[in-house]
């Protein structure tokens, strides 16, 4: 069973794999890259992933086989574990509980060779939905305090498999980022009476020079106090404190956005590796007049080092008004011709 | 002049280099390695750096010229400008001031193939000596608020340099990470009466499962709740608020505790890339109770991705006790023949 410690000074939790301990060996060896034909994620290989907890398929064919659009199974490797109660306990001044928590894999196309930039407007449409039914869900769960979905694209942003794939973990503690979110937005919220992020929007709007794109309901931005050398955002322009209040059609303006937005940094960084991670409210509660949920992109281009670790403190090399100047200056239609001449991908 | 730009939502400080914007081609070029010939931090090689600051050298050489055995002086790129004043100010509803602080190297040996394991105690000690000297001088200017000592090592943990290096960062502002240690150990003081860094180091010789080394002074120990494997902690056993409070018997010891400490990681793990940090009190500030310096050790050896940036929570594949038993089990005194066999280094 994984446990749960906390920094006993600063309440960090932190999620220790006392099962599969890695032996200091084991972090010399380089990852492997996986062949398109030797992908668990392919159709044909079902059986080498945990059975499906959801699937998008051609009607007529069986769970756990090829003719899936959409695949969505646990983790084989989970970080925390879905089976237990999470028994908090004293370890002399210390705390710990089990890892109790839900570890699931949403695979977004069955073609080894697309990614969310090169799939149709349909198919993302239907990674951000398969989220959402995902969340509503694991929601009933009550053990879980917050679900977040997040992306690794590239090795050096952590994926450990090629093929398209989107990840959520529920956690039984609101993560620590989203609760320091929460709690500016909410100071924020007493002070003015507004929301942070809705005031954000209205700023960027108006200024201007950190607007990526506008895309009706959702607008892209690259932060005022970025972490990261074009660190992208994405919210909706009107206040929506959950994920779960998107309506169906703006589920497919969100599909239109993230994946223009997707395109340009594809466009500008050469393919880079990159994060994304989807902020919503926590489970379980009353809409917050305070908080709005948001996309934020990371894309991997520099190293974290001592001062980042010791600080918290980021140096930024790149003024978010020039990489988002950058990135408007993105032709995209270009790029979709560029797109269309590919060889269409694989449907199955 | 650098920006220090506040997140509004999270308080997070950021700083944006305005002048040496990256532009997105100058993030896909690889870092070169620079050969012993070539390296500006070599004797020989002093009017590649600013002028130095401080330099412990042989009597009669000149300053900036061959013959020290250790130098400080200003970052080349620094992150912060040392001139002017923070004139904090309103962007719309953000908050930035200017980029003012001190960024210093610290070249640690002038044996460019040396590093912090091969050298002499005493020269180890000299390090930990001059970070206490440039500590004393940089607090005297009233503008800074905090000096953070760090140290990169090999390239994935963002040394761009191979010569072994130290940096410090004077900052205007305490460092998030800092302050959130600070509030911590503040809570618990305030319902305990004792510090918690006393307490960890009284429970960890107690229970000894993640003791790494007992240096006399100094315990070296895997903390409870790491965020990375082989996350590497080493602290004073008797209460320091700050570390400008150790004796000067002290400082002989420290280095050999950090010395010894960083052996037993280059020996499990191969010399691994890693990052060092001192976490010590605010500068101008009565000595605290509650609050106790000490050194942060993490090796670079997992990738942090979508899950950790997301949530704040971090993935340890590797419990405490494992990697504190394996370090334990190095036996150095056979290390210690190897480096003895080893061609003596260059001394300048």
Request: aromatic share 10%; proline share 8%.
């Amino acid at each position: 069973m994984p446990e749960l410690r906390k920094d006993p000074i600063t309440g960090r939790w932190v999620i220790i794999s006392t099962e599969r301990g890695k032996r200091p060996s084991s972090f010399t060896s380089v990852s492997k890259r996986t062949a398109a034909g030797m992908c668990p994620f392919c159709p044909g290989h079902e059986e080498n992933t945990p059975p499906e907890i959801l699937a998008y398929r051609e009607s007529g064919t069986e769970p756990n086989q090829p003719g899936w659009s959409l695949r969505v199974m646990p983790n084989k490797y989970p970080a925390l574990k879905i089976e237990g109660s999470l028994d908090r306990q004293p370890v002399g001044i210390y705390d710990k509980m089990n890892g109790i928590g839900a570890h699931e894999v949403i695979i977004e196309t069955p073609d080894h060779a697309c990614d969310m930039v090169d799939m149709s407007d349909e198919q993302v449409r239907d990674v951000f939905w398969a989220y959402r039914e995902r969340m509503l869900d694991l929601q009933r769960d009550r053990r879980f305090a917050y679900i977040l979905v997040f992306k690794n694209h590239g090795e050096a942003a952590g994926a450990s498999l090629e093929h398209a794939h989107s990840q959520l973990i529920a956690t039984p503690i609101v993560p620590k980022r989203v609760a320091e979110e929460i709690a500016g937005a909410k100071r924020y919220w007493d002070f003015k009476e507004r929301c942070i992020f809705c005031d954000i929007v209205r700023q960027e709007l108006t200024d201007g020079s950190r607007v990526v794109a506008d895309h009706d309901a959702f607008l892209t931005i690259q932060p005022f106090a970025p972490r990261f050398p074009f660190e992208t955002w994405l919210l909706p322009k009107t206040h929506q404190s959950s994920y779960l209040e998107m309506s169906d059609t703006e589920v497919m303006v969100l599909a239109r956005a993230i994946k223009a937005t997707l395109a340009r940094l594809k466009a500008a960084l050469n393919d880079p590796p990159f994060n994304y991670m989807l902020h919503t409210q926590p489970v379980s509660r009353e809409s917050m007049d305070h908080y709005h949920w948001h996309f934020e992109i990371i894309p991997k281009l520099t190293r974290v080092a001592g001062f980042e670790w010791g600080s918290g403190f980021h140096i930024n090399p790149t003024p978010p008004e020039e990489s988002a100047a950058y990135l408007r200056d993105i032709d995209l239609e270009q790029w979709s011709h560029r797109q269309d001449s590919k060889p269409a991908g694989k449907e199955a």
